[in-house]
């Protein structure tokens, strides 16, 4: 089954591009010949963007993990400033 569009097309039979898009996959849209976009099921696009891995397991895994590196804010008051009306 072909599953490349011209734009065109998809256009006029976007709910007919949408159900092949959720029974059979993936879909192409060409413009000109070229191929510009993929449309794909909502669950696969969330698969996809997904982060691999959480945020804490990221630090984790980070280089400076254990080098303790210390970070400390300046805790001195925000510079004055005058606003004229």
Request: without cysteine; positive net charge.
């Given at each position: 089954m072909n599953n490349n569009w011209q734009l065109q097309t998809a256009k006029?039979?976007?709910s007919e591009l949408v159900e092949r898009t959720l029974h059979h996959g993936?879909?192409?849209?060409?413009?000109?010949?070229?191929?510009?976009?993929?449309?794909?099921p909502f669950e696969e696009y969330e698969q996809l963007t997904r982060p691999k891995e959480s945020l804490t397991q990221f630090l984790i895994a980070s280089p400076l993990a254990g080098s303790e590196l210390s970070i400390d804010r300046d805790k001195s008051m925000p510079r004055k400033i005058e606003i004229e009306p």
């Open positions: 006029s039979k976007f993936a879909q192409v849209v060409t413009r000109h010949g070229k191929k510009v976009v993929v449309i794909v």
